[in-house]
Structure formats: C-alpha cells, structure tokens
C-alpha cells in the first residue's frame, strides 16, 4: 500500500505516470513476455490452422465449382438428347401418319374401281333387260295390231287373210 | 483520494487511471505482477479466445468467432501482402502478433475501470523499437550497403540530394518516436478525456451533457482503439517494405 500512495503522490503531484520510469522495467519484462507468448501461440498454432482453413474453403469452393460446371455440361447434353429425340419422334409420328394416308388413300381407290365395275356391271344388265323388254313389247304391239286388224276386216264383212294382214301391218309398224 | 473526493467541489484525476499498481501489494521491481501484468495477460487470454478456441471447429462455414478470427487474419494477411508484398509474408506472424496485442490491448481498455498496456509509452517505445531494430538490420542484411540508397534520393536533381539525404536520415530517426507517440498519445487523451467528463458529471447541473460527452467520446474512443491499431501495423509494413526494397 506505501508504493501506492507514493504513485498517487506522484500522479496528483501534476506528473504523468507515463513518465514514472521506476515502472517501465516492470512494463518492458512483463511486454516482452507478452509478446513472446503471443507470436508462440500465433505461429505454432492459430495462424497455420486459419490458413489451413482458409485453403480448405478454397480448395472446396474450386471443386464445387468444378463440379457444378459439370453437372450444367450434363444437363446441356441431356437438354440435346431430348431434343433429337423430340424431333426423331415427330418425324417417325410424320411418316406413320403419311403411310397411313397412302394406305387409306390405296384401299379407297380400290373399293372406288371395285364399286365402279359393279356398277357398270350392272347398269349393263339393266341396259339389256331393258332392251329385252323393249323387243317384247314390239313383238305384243306386232301381235296385238294383227289381231286387231283381223277382227277389224272380219268384222267388216271381209274374209281376213292372215298373210296379207301381218304384212300390211309390218308395213305399218315400219312406217 | 477519498478524502479529498469529500473536500468538496470538481475533483479530476484524469491521470490517475495510468498508475501502475502491484497487484499483491510490494514494490514495483521489474517482476512483480501489476495492473499493467494483468491487463497483457487478459490480452494473451482475449487472442487464445478468439484465435485458437474461435477456429477450433475448422469448419468451411465459419462460427461467428471463427468468421472474426479469419476476417483478422485475412485483414492483416492482405496488409502485409499488398505493402511489402510476396516476400514480406515470412514476417507476417511478427505483423500480426503486433496487431492482435495491440488491438485486444486497445478494446480490453475500453472496459469501464480496466488498465490500457498501450497508453504507456514503455510499452509503445518498445513496440515502435523493437519494428525500428528489426527493420534496420533486416536491411543491412538484405541489402548491405544498398540498404543506405534509402537516403539517396536518385530521382532527384543532384545537388538536391545530400540536402534530402539529411532529411530523410533525420525522418528515418523520428519513425520509432512519432510511432509510439501516435498509439500512446491517441490511447491517453481518449481515455483521459472520458475521464474529465466523468468529473463534470459529479455536478447535477452539467451531469446530462457530461453523460453525453462520455458516450461520444467512448463511441470515438472504439474506432481510435482499432483505428491506431491498423495505423501502428500499416506502417509496421511500409518500414518493413523499405527495408526489403529500399531502392524508391
């Protein structure tokens, strides 16, 4: 306590204690101390683990990178595969559909001339009935008329000769 | 100083705060541990704190501790390297052992009824010798002779050069003392001025603007705290540089 009061004595006596040198052999052991302590501890230890660290982060930051530049080539050439296969796939939908068409388009045009030929088939077979019929109902007409001529002149009193009767109405019918 | 406390009226010891005490009592002879001992102690216990516990996870994303401990490191890493550059990091534990004391020395300060190591100019002396010894003879041995071509300004008109060469031994001499004055200077009158408002606040009347004046000055006294830390290690490196590249 006497060391106290005498460095108080001093300092309220207008002196700095800055400037007391009894204590600066004290201050300079107890700083060299200090700073000996400090660079131990600073160069054995904190600093290689913090550059140790550091290193580590940057060794880590640089592989992701790498992994991640990577990983978007892959998606790129992935994005492309499913592009071509995009456009393969419309193209064979294209060609499916067009040998579809043509198909259609063959098994159409074939039940078309198939259709065709029977009705032409059969509009001969009704051109000939028609024709068929048509003769029939000359020969009834030529029948009918010779028949009726021959009433018609017996009727008259006359005695009806047949011959002469089928040729004056042939002779009719064509004229 | 109770007594003349009771005396009455505006009592200031401003001074006071720098008196170097023996913490179990006795003399003060060169080993006994004193306030100024503790406060070095605190500051070695501060650094093991936030250096080596802070960085004990060694994890890529960093703690908070460990985020401080890599931004110190970084910061000091990046100073010495971009003054004194490639080959001036072998003395980089040196730089940041100077850094790391004097800045956990500054803010331990700052805590109300705590002891500044760095407010003494026997500590700073020796900080500011101890870069002033090591940078000499690291240039001498670097360079031998060369080193004194520091003085020689060769881009300067001939008979100007022996007028310079006096000039810049002198300002080469004046380094080690405008380098510890600057840190023991700025950390005492920060401290002592808080020290002067904590009297005023004794009277009711002006107490208010002395509380005030407190807080500012502690808020001014943080930044000079870290501030004069970075301008006793920047210059650390710009001495160290000139005696690894003494050629201007």
């Known amino acids: 306590m006497a060391t106290e009061t005498h460095s108080a004595d001093a300092a309220s006596s207008g002196g700095m204690p800055q400037l007391d040198f009894s204590t600066w052999g004290n201050q300079i052991f107890w700083l060299v101390l200090t700073l000996i302590v400090i660079y131990f501890i600073l160069s054995r230890v904190a600093l290689p683990r913090i550059a140790a660290i550091l290193a580590e982060r940057q060794g880590t930051i640089t592989s992701d990178l790498a992994a991640a530049e990577d990983l978007k080539s892959k998606a790129k050439e992935a994005e492309a595969a499913y592009d071509k296969a995009l456009v393969d796939a419309r193209a064979e939908a294209h060609r499916i559909v067009a040998e579809a068409k043509a198909e259609i388009q063959d098994d159409l045009d074939a039940a078309i001339a198939k259709a065709d030929a029977e009705i032409a088939a059969k509009s001969a077979e009704s051109e000939k009935a028609i024709a068929d019929i048509r003769a029939g109902a000359m020969e009834a007409v030529k029948d009918v008329a010779t028949e009726t001529a021959q009433e018609i002149v017996s009727a008259m009193g006359g005695k009806a000769d047949a011959k002469a009767i089928t040729a004056a109405v042939d002779a009719r019918l064509k004229g | 100083m109770a007594d003349k406390a009771e005396e009455g009226g505006l009592v200031f010891h401003p001074m006071d705060q720098f008196i170097i005490k023996p913490i179990f009592g006795g003399d003060v002879t060169w080993y006994t541990p004193t306030n100024a001992a503790l406060w070095m102690g605190l500051s070695i216990l501060a650094i093991i ?18 985020s401080i401990a890599e931004l110190a490191y970084g910061f000091v890493y990046k ?21 790391m004391f004097i800045v956990c020395a500054n803010f331990l300060g700052l805590i109300p009824t705590s002891f500044t190591p760095t407010s003494h100019f026997a500590v700073t002396v020796v900080l500011a010798l101890a870069v002033f010894l090591t940078v000499t003879v690291l240039g001498f041995v670097k360079n031998g002779a060369g080193f004194l071509s520091l003085f020689w300004v060769s881009s300067a008109p001939l008979a100007l050069r022996p007028i310079l060469a006096i000039i810049e031994l002198i300002s080469y001499f004046v380094r080690p ?41 502690y808020g001014l006294e943080v930044l000079v705290s870290f501030i004069q830390a970075y301008v006793f290690t920047i210059l650390t490196c710009v001495y160290l540089k000139d005696a690894l590249h003494p050629h201007h």
Do not use: W
Request: proline share 4%; aromatic share 8%.
């Open chain 2, 49 to 66: 704190l936030l250096l080596v516990l802070g960085s004990s996870k060694r994890s890529i994303v960093p703690s908070r501790s460990q």
């Open chain 2, 79 to 99: 100073m010495v390297e971009d003054i004194c550059g490639k080959e001036g990091l072998r003395y980089f534990p040196y730089i940041m052992t100077l850094f």
């Open chain 2, 177 to 217: 003392v405008s380098h510890s004055i600057r840190l023991a200077g700025n950390v005492m009158a920060g401290h002592a001025v808080i020290k002067v408002f904590a009297g005023f606040a004794a009277l009711t009347a002006v107490s208010p603007v002395a509380v005030l004046g407190i807080t500012a000055m």
